[in-house]
């Protein structure tokens, strides 16, 4: 028999808005932020614009 596991997450959102313009940030969790960190490319954190 199979069984399915879900699996809630508690996330952190964040709401503001400016310029009658309203941003939702959602703050990922440790192992989302690990899971997506290894699939994507490196960005560096001190870059210049041209």
Do not use: C, G
């Amino acid at each position: 028999m199979k069984q399915v596991v879900r699996q809630i997450r508690e996330r952190i959102k964040v709401e503001l808005e400016l310029n009658n313009i309203k941003y939702e940030l959602w703050r990922l969790d440790d192992a989302e932020y690990r899971l997506l960190k290894v699939n994507s490319i490196d960005i560096k954190h001190n870059f210049t614009l041209p």
